[in-house]
């Protein structure tokens, strides 16, 4: 069982910029792929991107493509998301997960391990 924690949440204005991260006490948590999710009120939960556990390959959904960036530290144990350029349409709860069978895909059943989430919220 690896436990992770998503910090770094919070209120911006549209147009502003927030970074997540998610972090890990074990040291297994570097040898897996990481995944980002998000999900609205009355939505299903969705991909957002996603990290190779060697962080040289990464996905990322169509609607965050060139505003979302996904990195990872694995001498620290973090994985980050950089959002810039945020949207109304951003607001979500975002859960970082991960797993060995998660491999850089964007299916959530693949990720075994999640987080409790962490909200954001994009005023406009």
């Known amino acids: 069982q690896v436990q992770v924690v998503e910090s770094g949440g919070g209120l911006v204005q549209a147009g502003g910029s927030l970074r997540l991260s998610c972090a890990a006490a074990?040291?297994?948590?570097?040898?897996?792929?990481v995944g980002w999710f998000r999900q609205a009120p009355g939505k299903e939960r969705e991909s957002v991107a996603a990290?190779?556990?060697?962080?040289?390959?990464?996905y990322y959904a169509d609607s965050v493509k060139g505003r979302f960036t996904i990195s990872r530290d694995n001498a620290a144990n973090i994985v980050y998301l950089q959002m810039n350029s945020l949207k109304s349409e951003d607001t979500a709860v975002y859960y970082c997960?991960?797993?060995?069978?998660?491999?850089?895909?964007?299916?959530?059943?693949?990720?075994?391990?999640w987080g409790q989430g962490t909200q954001v919220t994009v005023s406009s």
């Open positions: 997960a991960t797993g060995p069978r998660a491999a850089t895909g964007r299916d959530r059943r693949a990720y075994d391990y």
């Open positions: 074990d040291r297994t948590f570097r040898h897996y792929a």
């Open positions: 990290i190779s556990w060697t962080g040289s390959n990464t």
